[in-house]
């Protein structure tokens, strides 16, 4: 059973920054793929970035060049490091995993689940 516990949202003014991290606990974390989504009030979830134990990873095309996802295997932790917000970028951000190394963009593809962090940029 992997636990995944997410940390670091608040408010912050556009063009500023904050990193994210997902804790995670449980069997062999480091052959996760490991995602970040996010659910802006009103929206479906959304893809954001994903990353694997070969640290591949991908991008949803708003936040490319902006935001960059890594992880810590050793920490069994994930970060996602968000420069240049935008009030766009609003959201509950969640950390998902699947048990396997392939990249997965849709939600109902990743079993484990965070309880989310609310990420709020202000113009």
């Known amino acids: 059973q992997v636990q995944l516990v997410e940390s670091g949202g608040g408010a912050v003014q556009a063009g500023g920054s904050l990193r994210l991290s997902c804790a995670a606990s449980g069997p062999a974390f480091s052959n996760n793929a490991m995602a970040w989504f996010r659910q802006a009030s009103g929206k479906e979830r959304a893809f954001v970035a994903a990353?694997?134990?070969?640290?591949?990873?991908a991008y949803a095309d708003s936040v490319k060049g902006r935001f960059t996802t890594s992880r810590d295997n050793a920490k069994n932790t994930v970060y996602l490091q968000m420069n240049s917000l935008k009030p766009e970028d609003t959201a509950v951000y969640y950390c998902?995993?699947?048990?396997?190394?392939?990249?997965?963009?849709?939600?109902?593809?990743?079993?484990?689940w965070g309880q989310g962090t609310q990420v709020t940029v202000s113009s």
């Open positions: 998902a995993a699947r048990t396997t190394m392939w990249l997965r963009v849709r939600p109902e593809e990743y079993g484990y």
């Open positions: 990353i694997n134990w070969a640290d591949s990873t």
